[in-house]
């Protein structure tokens, strides 16, 4: 029996492949196309989540003690696991989060390719290595290394729920935690899953990555159950009351929130690459995209064009939940409100709609949002400032590249952004002022797939990096080794040391140093 039809044969007593422990209560996670129950899974209280934390306290200990060879070697198991099961996986996230099978392939994939990266790299980013110990310890060696935090928490999103959470699961796993993850309330089979198969293709070290599943109170109980950090994905409301919750017991926490994320069309663009490129960032997974294109300023040179071509675009796009549709329906119900509500405000302050709108004769029925292409919507509007999270797309008209990058920079949030330019020189340029973590010049949101690039953002979009060395080190704790080789005549660190060793030191350190102004 696959495990996805295990899940299918869960029922309300036994809860499937999730460890219920004592607790009684169940919630249903639910097709967002169908309304059918996917699974039913349990409400973890404190109790339960402690205990799982413990399970897995004890076996971060063995995991660690794999060393970093054992680690990859049964990382690698699971990524062939993976791998193998790629279209079951690919379905129940169809099933679960609504996306297109052919998008939660894609979504696997490069899952799988950043396991791969952490398991294969971390010996390198994270190993004992010798560094210079400099004049003042120069009889003595000093090592440096990045040592395991214990058991990491994990609490996930539901828009990308194979990827985002991988992105902290694989690089804890090969930096030598545990991690106890807790998926969003919407996709819990979908983590139920990734347990699950961890527990089938590492067997020997099964505990090393569990899963507890609930709603806001099991994720705060796994902020307060003395994990090593907690890696959170969401929003920025509640990314603030998990810091908070975390601040009790001084637990650190990395923090992936939303963005507001903007393309910059300038002069010399490919203007139908870039358009391509905008509905794709804007309407894939149905805008569900921390990193999705949700405004565009484009110059008066390519303004007139870019909305043209872009119009033609959206026109093809089809949500639905059958294999041909281009995005699915909005996993999380109460997001076609805020949806709405940015479209509305938009209009009520002037804005056009050329495209989907809240009363398209298009919209695909309930669960769905069209399509939406909006213009001249005033900065100050809930679309341009707000995180949307939902197929629509601003595009405004702008002088030149300088302006669309002040208007960029204009938020609080600061995640991922994009550049469509002719010149090189120019784009670098706009990319290294454009205030985010994340970056893509003539083409939307490939940084996420580079494993050896950091994943983060800044202001309101959080802190803290997942992917490449950067990932792997922030579920590390930095060690710091020195071994004295051998006794100098004069140590200055004693008490014994002669009167005038303090002035000899001066001298040397004015010699050295006091030449520089
Ligand atoms: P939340 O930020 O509320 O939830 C994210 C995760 O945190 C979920 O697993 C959630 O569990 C959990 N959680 C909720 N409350 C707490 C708490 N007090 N302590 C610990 N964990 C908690 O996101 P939503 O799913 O409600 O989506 C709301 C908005 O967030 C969206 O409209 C979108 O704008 C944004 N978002 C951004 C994402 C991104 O990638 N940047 C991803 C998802 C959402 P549970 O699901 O059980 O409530």
Redesign the pocket.
């Known amino acids: 029996m696959s495990l996805a039809e295990e899940i299918d044969t869960v029922t309300r007593e036994s809860a499937g492949s999730v460890d219920r422990h004592a607790t009684s209560r169940t919630f249903d996670s639910t097709d967002p196309a169908t309304g059918a129950v996917v699974g039913v899974f349990p409400v973890h209280d404190a109790e339960a989540v402690d205990a799982t934390v413990g399970q897995a306290r004890d076996a971060a200990t063995a995991w660690a003690a794999l060393g970093f060879d054992g680690r990859r070697q049964r990382l690698d198991a699971y990524r062939g696991y993976l791998a193998r099961r790629l279209h079951e996986l690919a379905d129940l996230v169809h099933r679960e989060n609504g996306k297109p099978h052919a998008d939660a392939i894609l979504e696997i994939s490069l899952a799988v390719d950043h396991l791969a990266w952490a398991a294969g790299h971390a010996r390198k980013a994270l190993g004992p290595r010798r560094v210079r110990a400099g004049m003042l310890a120069a009889n003595h060696a000093a090592y440096l290394e990045y040592q395991p935090l214990g058991v990491v928490g994990v609490?996930?999103?539901?828009?990308?729920p194979v990827f985002?959470p991988m992105g902290s699961i694989a690089y804890a796993l090969a930096a030598g935690n545990a991690v106890v993850f807790?998926?969003?309330?919407?996709t819990p089979a979908i983590g139920a899953w990734l347990a699950a198969a961890w527990r089938a293709a590492v067997p020997d070290a099964a505990d090393a990555f569990q899963v507890v599943t609930?709603?806001?109170?099991?994720?705060?109980a796994?902020?307060r159950a003395g994990v090593g950090k907690i890696a959170?994905?969401?929003?920025a409301?509640?990314?603030r009351?998990?810091m908070a919750?975390c601040a009790e017991p001084l637990t650190p926490v990395l923090m992936?929130?939303?963005?507001k994320d903007a393309m910059i069309v300038d002069d010399d663009a490919d203007v139908v690459a870039a358009a391509d490129a905008a509905v794709w960032g804007a309407m894939s997974n149905g805008g569900q995209t921390?990193i999705g294109v949700e405004r565009v300023y484009a110059t008066e040179a390519v303004y007139d064009r870019f909305v043209a071509e872009v119009t033609a675009q959206v026109r093809s796009l089809r949500p639905g939940s059958d294999d041909e549709a281009t995005y699915g329906p909005m996993t999380?119900p109460s997001?076609i409100e805020?949806v709405n509500r940015h479209v509305e405000d938009a209009t009520g302050k002037g804005a056009r709609v050329i495209t989907g709108g809240t009363d398209d004769d298009a919209f695909p029925g309930e669960g769905y949002v069209a399509p939406t292409v909006l213009l001249d919507v005033p900065e100050d509007a809930a679309a341009i400032r707000e995180?949307t999270?939902g197929p629509t797309l601003t595009i405004t008209r702008v002088r030149d590249a300088e302006e669309a990058l002040r208007l960029t920079n204009d938020t609080s949030y600061g995640l991922a952004g994009s550049i469509f330019s002719g010149s090189k020189a120019k784009a670098l340029d706009l990319a290294r002022r454009m205030r985010s973590g994340m970056t893509s010049i003539n083409s939307v949101l490939t940084f996420a797939s580079v494993p050896a690039l950091p994943f983060g953002g800044v202001g309101d979009s959080g802190f803290g990096r997942i992917h490449g060395e950067d990932g792997l080190k922030e579920f590390t704790r930095a060690k710091a080794i020195t071994r004295q080789r051998f006794a100098l005549p004069t140590n200055l660190m004693s008490f014994r040391r002669p009167a005038d060793a303090a002035d000899q030191l001066a001298r040397v350190v004015g010699m050295l140093h006091g030449r520089h102004r």
Request: with cysteine; net charge negative; aromatic share 14%.
């Open positions: 609490i996930g999103p539901w828009n990308y985002t807790k998926p969003s309330e919407y609930g709603f806001g109170d099991t994720g705060a796994l902020c959170f994905t969401g929003s409301a509640t990314g009351k998990v919750t992936e929130l939303g963005g921390c999380m997001q805020v995180e999270f």
